[in-house]
C-alpha cells in the first residue's frame, strides 16, 4: 500500500531545505540586531484562543482551522498563525511585568484548511514579530524598516513598500457603522460570508474573495476618510 504525502503539504530536501534555513537564518539575523527576542510556541492551542483572538467572523476560524477533541474532550487547534499564541503566552507568563517596550519574533509551521495553490498550502511555515508596550509612530516605523531589511537582506530587488492604517479602536468603530449602513443597502446582492459577516464583524467584509471585484466592494467607505484626528497624525508621523 503506498502512502503519499497529504495534500497541501510539503517535504523539504537538499537545495530546497537550504533555502528554507536559510531564509529563516537571516530572519533571525535581522531581529537580534533589531533586539527582538525569540519565542517557541506549541503547535496546538485551546480552540477558543483564536476564536477569541482571531475572531468568529474571519475565515480562518470559520472554515479554515484544523480543530479536533482530544481524549480529554477538550476543544483543540493546530495554530492558523501565531499573533494569538505569543499574546497568551505573554499575559500567561507575567511578561507585561517588565516596564517598556517587548518584541518577539516566531517562526515555525502553521496549519489551515484552505485549497491548495501556487504559494498557498494546509502546512507552511509562517515567520512573524508582535511588539507589546507603550504604541508610537515610532514603533510602527520601526517594525516596516525592519520588514522592508529582511526583504532586501535576502537580495529581493524593487521591493516597494505600501503603508495602511486602520487606526485605533475608537476610529474602526466610527468606520464599522458607516460600513454596516452602507454594506445593508446592498447586502442582498453579495454572498453568504459577507452576509454572515454584517453583524458579526463588517470589517471582515472587505476581505471577501467572491465579491472583491464587484462595484459594491470598489465603491466601499474607505478607512482614510474615518480616522480620528490623533490617528490622522500618527500615520503622517510614521510616513515621515
Keep these: ?22 531564509i529563516e537564518g537571516v530572519a533571525k539575523e535581522i531581529c537580534n540586531s533589531h533586539g527582538i527576542k ?22 480562518i476560524v470559520s472554515k479554515e482551522m484544523y480543530t479536533f477533541v482530544d481524549r480529554s474532550n477538550r476543544s483543540i487547534t493546530l495554530r492558523p498563525e501565531g499573533t494569538a499564541g505569543v499574546t497568551r503566552w505573554f499575559v500567561e507568563n507575567k511578561m507585561y511585568i517588565n516596564p517598556g517596550l517587548s518584541k518577539y519574533f516566531y517562526v515555525g509551521p502553521m496549519f489551515r484548511y484552505e485549497r491548495p495553490q501556487a504559494g498557498r498550502y494546509r502546512e507552511f511555515r509562517q515567520f512573524g514579530v508582535e511588539a507589546f508596550g507603550p504604541g508610537s509612530a515610532y514603533l ?39 460600513l454596516v449602513e452602507y454594506f445593508t443597502k446592498n447586502i442582498d446582492s453579495m454572498c453568504a460570508d459577507c452576509k454572515n459577516r454584517l453583524l458579526k464583524n463588517p470589517l471582515r467584509i472587505l476581505d471577501c474573495k467572491v465579491d472583491k471585484e464587484t462595484d459594491i466592494m470598489k465603491n466601499a467607505p474607505k478607512i482614510s476618510d474615518y480616522l480620528i484626528d490623533e490617528d490622522k497624525e500618527s500615520a503622517k508621523s510614521v510616513i515621515s
Design 38 to 59: 525569540e519565542v517557541m510556541l506549541p503547535t496546538f492551542e485551546a480552540t477558543e484562543l483564536f476564536a477569541r483572538g482571531v475572531g468568529e467572523g474571519s475565515d
Design 140 to 178: 510602527d516605523a520601526d517594525i516596516i524598516c525592519f520588514a522592508d531589511s529582511f526583504l532586501k537582506k535576502l537580495g529581493i530587488k524593487n521591493v516597494k513598500v505600501l503603508v495602511n492604517n486602520i487606526g485605533s479602536k475608537q476610529s474602526r468603530a466610527n468606520y464599522e457603522k458607516v
Design 1 to 22: 500500500m503506498k502512502v503519499s504525502k497529504i495534500k497541501g503539504t510539503l517535504d523539504y530536501f537538499g537545495e530546497q531545505l537550504n533555502t528554507y534555513r536559510y
